[in-house]
T-cell receptor, first 116, second 116 residues
């Protein structure tokens, strides 16, 4: 149980385009989803927290207009990187937290974004 | 405020030897503590968690960790390393209440290498 699917696993795009990443909880309802960014050989940095049906809460220094987060249902959250630039290239990982085990996050496999 | 320090960015052991990965935390509220493992280009998999029950926590793949409040530590151990244990390991903390509830703060990670 507690499977989180993230899609796509790898995306290459041109500078200036937008990219959408999906995060789905497959076998549980995720009341909260988290989006992280991981640079090579570094730890995960929390970008934002999203609760179903409400606006995401962004961490300090994260541009909310750059990284649009939508949590439209209890099983789906999306992260859209708008007008992507090479410096946005990174590994993006989502996690989901359910209603039962509220203090445990289950992670997706991550999306590697390369902006040319 | 909460933080995690993992001592040693790289640990190398021989197959069959003891694995010890160190983690110290700081938290202004009672902590929940976690160890995650990450294989290359993958998301994080939960190894084990401490959520204020037994201080010695057993996880998957033969790993265990002991919560020591007096030392603010949560070191990860495994009696006998296997080649398949080679990966990066992250210690993480979240608060048991307050504004940090459910929000993970990760350590810098420790890369475990296992030699034949």
């Amino acid at each position: 149980g507690a499977v989180v699917s993230q899609h796509p696993s790898w995306v290459i795009c041109k500078s200036g385009t937008s990219v959408k990443i999906e995060c789905r909880s497959l076998d549980f309802q995720a009341t909260t989803m988290f989006w992280y960014r991981q640079f090579p050989k570094q730890s995960l940095m929390l970008m934002a927290t999203s609760n179903e049906g409400s606006k995401a809460t962004y961490e300090q220094g994260v541009e909310k207009d750059k990284f649009l987060i939508n949590h439209a249902s209890l099983t789906l959250s999306t992260l859209t990187v708008t007008s992507a630039h090479p410096e946005d290239s990174s590994f993006y990982i989502c996690s989901a937290q359910g209603q039962v085990a509220k203090n445990i996050q289950y992670f997706g496999a991550g999306t590697r974004l390369s902006v040319l | 405020a909460q933080s995690v320090t993992q001592l040693g960015s790289h640990v190398s052991v021989s197959e069959g030897a003891l694995v010890l990965l160190r983690c110290n935390y700081s938290s202004s509220v009672p902590p929940y503590l976690f160890w995650y493992v990450q294989y290359p280009n993958q998301g994080l998999q939960l190894l084990l968690k401490y959520t204020s029950a037994a201080t010695l926590v057993k996880g998957i793949n033969g790993f265990e960790a002991e919560f020591k409040k007096s030392e603010t530590s949560f070191h990860l151990t495994k009696p006998s390393a296997h080649m398949s244990d080679a990966a990066e390991y992250f210690c993480a903390v979240s608060g048991a209440g307050g504004t940090s509830y459910g929000k993970l703060t990760f350590g810098q990670g420790t890369i475990l290498t296992v030699h034949p």
